[in-house]
């Protein structure tokens, strides 16, 4: 059984996820057992990575309802909501945990007393997390066709298994390539401030026994030029009619392989689609200056200085040659594979 992420632990009826902030030093799993001490953790990125946070969300209303004294059932309801609103508020762009906390908080609502609500808020976000398993491997399958038999990708931050319940997107494609008998090379951009890339891409390819090479974020275009990439793949935070919001340098890559004829793929789950709106509506998460000013206690920028930290950015949708989802590839005109995506939703809602 591959390692979970992030969990449900039903004998203590709390949440067990690897904090990867800790990571590559050290690998440890904690146990969360309220709203605020998640909440801490996903602003902290403990938890991070789309999927991953869908999961979190929807283990957040599990909990706040496994944990809730409330005998009154509308009461029982409001305390849950709160819980669900505090969770949404923690990172505002990736869409995925507020689609997480709203599928559990829906279901639930349909339940007739406290204790069948406490039931399936469980069971519902128990129910994610499976099916993100299915959905990763399901994509992967469906990514991997686009791998030439042997080739080098590109990828940005970290869409793996530390982003998803396991397998992962971006590189849920590269693990179904590799499993299909494809020759495939990774170039992981380090992905700065945070470095998910570094600390976390390169962790658990390595750990699988990848062939990652390391390199800084702005290098990426200099490898294009020189033809040592064959294709870019990244994951998403959230797609809009119009654009792919992701980590942060997701665009500068994404224009510099439009610029030399490089195929720019990015892959997502059907759930971090939010195709009513566009990248305008979209608030983009700002982080701490402290990110870009410090490392650790050492200082890297003079006090004083402005700083602009912008977690997250969109790419256009006519930069983007495919995306791959549990429901196939997706290609231009996006107008019409979009329709793919609401047919989807309509058929499980
Ligand atoms: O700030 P993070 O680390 O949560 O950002 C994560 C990303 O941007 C990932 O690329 C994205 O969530 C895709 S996860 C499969």
Excluded at 76 to 82: A, C, N, T, Y
Excluded at 290 to 308: I, K, M, N
Aim: glycine residues 8%; charged residues 25%; negative net charge.
């Amino acid at each position: 059984m591959p390692e979970y992420t992030i969990e449900w632990d039903a004998e203590n009826e709390c949440i067990i996820y690897i904090d990867q902030t800790l990571l590559p030093g050290r690998h440890e799993r904690m146990r969360c057992t309220n709203i605020d001490d998640l909440a801490r953790a996903i602003r902290r990125l403990e938890v991070r990575g789309a999927p991953a946070l869908g999961i979190a969300g929807a283990m957040g209303v599990a909990l706040a309802a496994v944990r809730s004294r409330e005998q009154d059932l509308k009461r029982f309801f409001d305390e849950v909501g709160r819980a669900g609103a505090l969770l949404r508020g923690t990172r505002p762009t990736a869409v995925n945990l507020a689609w997480g906390i709203d599928r559990v908080l829906r279901k639930a609502a349909l339940a007739t007393s406290v204790d069948e609500a406490k039931a399936i808020a469980v069971a519902e976000a128990n129910a994610v997390a499976e099916e993100d398993e299915l959905t990763c491997r399901r994509l992967g399958g469906f990514g991997e066709e686009l791998f030439p038999a042997r080739c080098t990708v590109l990828t940005h931050c970290n869409a793996g298994a530390l982003a998803c319940r396991c397998w992962g997107t971006a590189l849920g494609t590269i693990r179904s390539a590799i499993a299909a008998g494809k020759d495939v090379r990774v170039i992981a951009c380090e992905t700065r401030p945070l470095n998910q890339g570094s600390r976390l891409t390169c962790w658990e390819l390595l750990r699988d026994g990848v062939d990652v090479t390391l390199i800084p974020d702005s290098s990426a275009a200099y490898l294009m030029r020189k033809g040592m990439i064959d294709l870019v793949v990244v994951g998403a935070d959230r797609i809009t009619n119009d654009a792919v919001f992701n980590k942060i340098g997701t665009y500068m890559h994404a224009v510099a392989a439009h610029h030399h004829g490089i195929p720019f793929y990015v892959a997502a789950p059907v759930s971090t689609f939010d195709l009513a709106r566009k990248e305008a509506d979209v608030v983009v998460e700002e982080r701490d200056r402290s990110e870009l000013t410090h490392c650790g206690e050492q200082r890297l920028a003079p006090d004083g200085v402005g700083v602009l930290n912008y977690a997250f950015d969109a790419t256009p949708l006519d930069l983007v040659d495919a995306i791959v989802t549990e429901i196939g590839v997706l290609r231009p005109p996006y107008t019409e594979s979009f329709r793919l995506v609401g047919m989807d939703e309509e058929t499980r809602s």
